[in-house]
């Protein structure tokens, strides 16, 4: 019996494994590709362009971590839908498998998606990268995309891809939107000794592990809080999951606790808000600014704004790539420019003249005059940095230059954020 069984095994292997073609693509990690093209997605990216085909016979598959019910995912599912409706494609061209865990069922998903004839298949959370690395190996023909991810530039494999959004830049218009509701409320004595740490006012944030995507965002945040109120002091507080209500609910409960007045988030749930709008309704004099989703419908009065990516463009870049055989970019990343990147519709309890004061910053951000991570504008140990370092080989220590101009160039040399720096002003109460 037991030979049996390892015959039909071996048997399912090898079916699994012709259909994906030929497998002998350099190894993951191997590092013996090319240069990676600076991360921008444009034309001029693309190489070895192919014949153009036929809508009818398109067939991509996405693999997201959660559902509708998950703001990222949601945000994916909506860029999806963009996406589909920009290239003229239908719904029946594009297969979606909901809330695939990050583990080998990615795989899985991604094997099952190509059998289905998928030659696109792009999946959304980090921790499907490796999973997706591997099919990318396995399967040559199809294109492999993981977004947020940070390996394609070294895995030597051409059909494997990353991508993500300048979502800093919406980090920082939602920290100046902060800025600006702060400068409000001490103008209009609404804090007490409670809320300052001396002599600054002390904010808050919800993030979801101690990554460079975290660090980058919770960062930005702070730095457009600064350019309205540069007199705060920020404490982060980790919950170690992307998305747990429970966990996030509570981390916006103890950074109130200890009188931080703006919760800012990078983590994936309504749990942030909805405790701060909780908080609000018992007396507390608190706001919160959201990630992915508006947070309007669970903090009616106590959420600003949130930080969102338009996922839409990056999947309608993707599937007229796919639709006109152009190669997709080994590393894409778009902003403000080219419509990715921006921030929800502003709540009632804005400061007067937020929305100006965002509209000026957005313009800056889209000309150019405005760079987020200016290092004169932020210190680490009391000076002004001249260098930090990028892990571009994810060995968890930097080893490319990010500095150039006096500016750290986020997202050029990978779509994936590098920024890993601990600026002054930041304590971070939990990092492991």
Not at 20 to 47: E, H, I, L, V
Not at 264 to 286: E, I, L, R
Request: glycine share 10%.
């Amino acid at each position: 019996m037991k030979k049996l069984l390892a015959f039909a095994l071996a048997l399912v292997m090898c079916l699994a494994l012709a259909a994906c073609g030929d497998s002998s693509a350099p190894a993951a990690n191997s590092g013996s590709g090319s240069a990676a093209p600076a991360a921008s997605g444009s034309a001029a990216d693309a190489k070895g362009d192919k014949t153009a085909v036929n809508k009818d016979d398109v067939k991509i598959g996405c693999i997201l971590v959660g559902d509708e019910n998950e703001g990222y995912s949601y945000a994916h599912i909506k860029g999806i839908d963009e996406a589909i409706e920009a290239t003229g494609l239908s719904k029946d061209n594009v297969i979606i498998k909901y809330s695939v865990p990050e583990n080998s069922a990615c795989y899985d998903a991604a094997i099952d998606l190509v059998e289905q004839g998928c030659s696109l298949v792009i999946s959304n959370s980090y921790s499907h990268q490796s999973y997706m690395q591997q099919a990318a190996q396995e399967c040559p023909d199809v294109t492999f995309v993981a977004c947020t991810g940070d390996t394609a530039n070294q895995a030597g494999l051409s059909n494997f891809k990353n991508a993500f959004t300048a979502i800093y830049q919406a980090r920082y218009v939602s920290g100046v939107v902060a800025g600006m509701k702060i400068a409000e409320l001490v103008n209009d004595g609404k804090l007490t000794d409670a809320n300052y740490q001396d002599g600054k006012v002390k904010i808050g944030y919800v993030g979801a592990y101690p990554y460079a995507e975290v660090v980058s965002g919770y960062t930005a945040f702070f730095l457009g809080v600064q350019s309205v109120y540069p007199d705060v002091t920020m404490e982060v507080q980790y919950t170690n999951s992307w998305f747990d209500i429970t966990a996030e609910s509570t981390a916006a409960e103890s950074l109130m606790a200890d009188g931080c007045v703006i919760i800012g988030q990078h983590a994936d749930s309504t749990g942030a808000p909805a405790a701060v709008q909780a908080a609000q309704d018992a007396g507390k004099t608190a706001f919160s600014v959201g990630y992915n989703i508006d947070m309007l419908s669970v903090a009616p009065t106590a959420a600003l704004t949130s930080a969102t990516n338009d996922w839409g463009a990056y999947y309608t870049y993707a599937f007229n790539c796919l639709l006109n055989g152009e190669e997709i970019a080994t590393d894409w990343c778009k902003g403000y420019e080219d419509g990715a990147v921006g921030i929800t519709e502003l709540g009632e309890s804005c400061a007067e003249g937020t929305a100006d004061k965002v509209a000026e910053v957005e313009a800056a951000l889209k000309d150019g005059s405005l760079q987020v991570f200016d290092c004169s504008k932020f210190t680490i140990n009391g000076e002004h940095p001249t260098s930090i370092l990028i892990d571009m080989d994810n060995d968890f220590e930097g080893d490319t230059e990010g500095v150039k101009d006096g500016v750290f160039q986020e997202s050029t040399l990978r779509s994936a954020p590098g920024f890993t720096a601990r600026i002054d002003g930041i304590t971070e109460l939990n990092a492991n």
